[in-house]
């Protein structure tokens, strides 16, 4: 098997069971696209479920969705319209295209050191041209970089000025309706508001199979909170998850050493900007944790200035060690402040701020500007409400810089003089203040994990499969299988399946081959049980119950297996409280595949 | 509130507490787009999961996840290019588009006998001229016909001829998926596939709020059959199930009775063409009704032969009295034959067809030709073998035809003459047959269901809104309350919320206003049980729990809770039967409001 890495061991038995494979393939593929199959969708929809708990619905947070096409408006205002693409290159020659960092770490693979990401595009031409870089697939001359936009733009309905564009986060969606989310619940900040759904980037040649994908499904949290109340209550619950940092710094010196911090050192340190940010890192290493990747195969990368986002002021990428392609990002951790609320306030002209009342509202001196309208009525006559409007809606610190500077202040044409006005102190109650929150952001490529969780859970044992998925994970929770596939057992079997299946468990039914080979193939796609109806089951309703990890097997009456296995895979109950143990020789077993 | 349609007061609430809204609202909005707030994202995740397990899983079949956006190719063999496609027009002087049907019948509201979905372009032109309609918004007059393609389309990638369009439907990522999925299974028919996910339609103005979108979540079945084997053994286990159907024979002659029939004696009658979709209509009726829709709000109208989608032999709209709307399409069932199958295989040249073995092989006499190479050989010399291939890959009738003909039959440019074959009959064994699989298809719109179940959940008691929604849908399934927010109540009753929250119940605290007010608000969003902790609790951990639809309620130990709970959720318990009765007086429950 030398050279075979996991990916292709990983591929194969995906294609062969039902877990993923390349779409539309019957029409010779298109890169960037994965479909799921039987197993796959139902382990992407188990991370997706558990995604929203962790993140979600176990803090009280909410989640909503919105669409996939978004209107133009949207991305202009946030910045995406002008932000989110590409540098790409085009061979002279056999015209393919190129995204810039790509046909440059193709001709140099050895220069790890390259930001090429950091990069702007006069430095990319100059780098492609210094370097002698030629096209990866036919070495012609490369074009100079241009931007690719990488979001895919449509029309809504029959009007050409009706753009859309394919979302490419989930963010958006959020940001606009925060007020509207806000006022449903209870409120209060923080607030968290997550959504999951597609979103699409139009990649200009992805090549990492189901890594780099042109649509995928986001699992991502916008969380809300008071800048000047941002302390994260939850912070010391995760004292012991550290948190694995390479910094920035340390990566502009070419290191690659991350520094270990408890999420409290790294906010006290100034390594991770805010409290609530800390806390979501370390939580994302128990989220990954728990789909199978041990701590110590992840890490936290931070991006350096020119890598970030437009809208991000600190970005971690939260980054897995897989076998064929090294370090790879699965979720994104965003320190975006009130970028993106701010940006959508002034273009929308909507008050995306909310009211947050004092405890006890406070009394506070203010100077206001007293226009004198006995002096400026005669004055001015009608134009005069217009210019005492003006004048109060100034700020008076301007109004006296104006008079100490040019001696007037000009309102609408006319020139205030100190006589026409009066300052006086006044006494205010504020019941609060208007907050435009910050927010921070965890944000989750579904099928990145999907793929993360099958890998670590690939193994071998004795020259079998075994895809030691974590149990609340596995697609399928329970094989029954009939002994025989005659004398009435499969119609046992069938009675078996359907109590589990109404009970809520995934649970499927193989009767073909010996019972050897089906262990094997349930064992290959990680079903913790397996039960086996045999002739004993005609006269006790006892069936044997097998263990995937450690192929030991109970006896137990199959009508209390609902409950009983709902325990196990919930680990309330060990393996061995499930029965009483059988002692099958595993050389029995095995004579039997 | 006379004029105020259920419509118009859900979309109020729906708005306040968080089940839906119109998208991009603060920029002024899109029509056709829908946000689902908290409460409805729930919702309609226990909608799909609803459907999935009775449709899919609990019959032992799959669900896979294909890409939104598709590839060209895909869609131009489904036929989807060319006929996806709604009829326009546009108004000469205000320059709006128009689907056609809709300016017809805006123009003569009370003409319900005119099926315009059947016109074809000419006739809709004809019609507009001799009835005078003109433009439903200024009053213009209307352009001829046009056809708008109802897919949005995009490049995929930097090359310009790399078209791919968001899919209208989640078939044909099943279809073209059909051979590889069911090869992961147990390589058996029936074999239903399923895939919930994103669809969209580039509707011209779509203008009935979350009823007509352009896009939405669409829940959809390809069911693969043998049509020689086209048995549904669970046809009876639905008998009890009335099929309404208003007949397309019916609907021609301007009748609009329904025709009440089982399952079983619409087949046997010829009213729905397959077994399997009988079946499955039946099941849509009972997937429907669980939603809170009754049997009688519901229908099946036969689609006319030119109403069909074209990959339809038969289709039946599954339809919903509403109260804006009047009957609306919530599922369509459509006989797709083996049209879309068949479709595929021709264009990308994959076999997609499945080998079904006989039990018992079978043998069958067979023609074949012999070339008599002993000839031919000194005759041709080396181009005897391409003569002789060609010989065998031709059909022994079309030779002796030739002969009969002409007196020779020419391959390859030479003439090959009787004495050159020797005819043969054989015995082959034939172990099986191929098949192209026939296709019923079930497919639901889920945010219309969302709509609906909303809508029939809407009732009024005592003048506040009570959201009588299923169980097993209720976004929030337990509110918990501190009676006082204060004296250490809102600690224990955060506690009840983690510990029911931990054992996987949706769960939610509310703290503010009256405990009567809180209740109005728990009644309002359909929450099934309200628990309140007070200071009887701090003595015995006793709550009380109240009854949304009887407001009745009873007083049980809260650890006992989350098992009493579920249970009663699954209607295993009755509420009676959650604790001692309390006697609380409505009056004094009000008072509290």
């Known amino acids: 098997m030398a050279g075979i890495d996991k990916y292709e061991l990983l591929s194969d038995l995906a294609k062969r069971r039902g877990f993923f494979w390349p779409s539309f393939e019957i029409y010779g593929g298109i890169s960037g696209y994965l479909d799921l199959g039987p197993l796959g969708a139902k382990l992407k929809r188990r991370v997706e479920d558990k995604w929203l708990n962790l993140f979600v619905y176990q803090h009280g947070y ?16 946030s910045g995406h319209v002008s932000n989110f693409k590409d540098l790409m290159v085009t061979c002279t020659q056999c015209k393919r295209h190129f995204k810039a960092d790509y046909a440059i770490t193709q001709a140099m693979p050895a220069r790890t050191d390259i930001a090429v990401e950091a990069m702007s595009a006069s430095e990319i031409d100059d780098f492609i ?102 302390t994260c209550p939850y912070l010391q619950r995760v004292d012991e998850t550290l948190l694995p940092i390479l910094l920035a710094k340390d990566r502009e010196q070419g290191r690659s050493e991350v520094t270990q911090v408890t999420p409290r050192e790294a906010v006290k340190k100034g390594l991770v900007l805010t409290e609530w940010g800390a806390y979501f890192m370390a939580l994302s290493i128990q989220f990954v944790n728990s789909l199978g990747v041990p701590k110590e195969k992840q890490r936290f990368e931070e991006k350096m200035p020119k890598e970030r986002s437009h809208y991000s002021t600190q970005t971690f990428d939260h980054q897995i060690l897989l076998e064929r392609w090294g370090w790879v990002e699965v979720a994104g951790h965003a320190y975006r402040t009130d970028f993106d609320l701010s940006a959508h306030i002034k273009v929308s002209g909507t008050d995306l701020s909310v009211f947050k009342p004092y405890e006890n509202p406070i009394s506070k001196k203010i100077r206001v500007v007293v226009p004198q309208e006995s002096v400026l009525g005669p004055l001015l006559k009608a134009k005069s409400k217009t210019v005492v409007e003006g004048l109060k809606a100034a700020s008076p610190d301007d109004i006296e810089k104006s008079f100490k500077d040019s001696g007037f202040f000009e309102v609408q044409g006319f020139k205030v003089l100190p006589a026409h006005v009066r300052f006086e102190e006044r006494t205010e109650r504020e019941a609060g203040r208007r907050v435009v929150p910050h927010v921070v952001e965890p944000s989750y490529g579904a099928e990145r994990l999907v793929y993360s969780a099958l890998e670590y859970a690939y193994t071998r044992s004795k020259d079998r499969v075994v895809l030691k998925l974590p149990m609340d994970l596995a697609p399928t929770q329970v094989m029954v299988f009939p002994l025989m596939a ?23 039914y193989d009767e073909s081959g010996t019972i050897g080979r089906r262990y094997a193939r349930a064992d290959e796609i990680g079903v913790p049980l397996s039960v086996t109806v045999d002739y004993k089951t005609k006269e006790d309703q006892t069936v044997t119950i097998r263990d995937r990890d450690t192929w030991r097997q109970v006896r137990s ?17 060990e393996f061995s409280e499930l029965g009483a143990a059988v002692d099958v020789p595993y050389e029995q077993q095995e004579t039997a595949v």
Not at 62 to 77: G, H, R
Not at 557 to 573: G, S
């Open 129 to 230: 041209e210094k370097n002698h870089v030629r096209c990866p697939e036919c070495g012609g001359a490369l074009s100079k970089s241009e931007f690719f936009s990488t979001m895919f733009k449509t029309n809504i309905g029959p009007y050409s000025d009706a753009i859309g564009y394919g979302r490419p986060e989930a963010a958006q969606g959020i940001f606009i309706d925060f007020k509207r989310v806000f006022e449903t619940t209870r409120e209060k900040l923080p607030l968290g508001i997550g959504q999951i759904g597609t979103v699409m980037r139009n990649e200009i040649s992805p090549r990492q199979g189901p890594i780099r994908l042109r649509e995928f499904t986001i699992m991502e949290m916008e969380f809300f909170f008071d800048p000047e109340e941002a």
């Open 557 to 573: 009456d199959w009508r209390q297996l609902p409950e009983k296995a709902r325990q196990y895979l919930r680990h309330e109950r």
């Open 62 to 77: 909410v989640a909503i969705s919105t669409p996939v096409i978004t209107a133009e408006k949207v991305f202009l205002a």
């Open 486 to 508: 005659k004398d009435g057992l499969p119609e046992i079997a069938t009675r078996v399946r359907e109590t589990l299946a109404i009970q809520g468990l995934e649970v499927d």
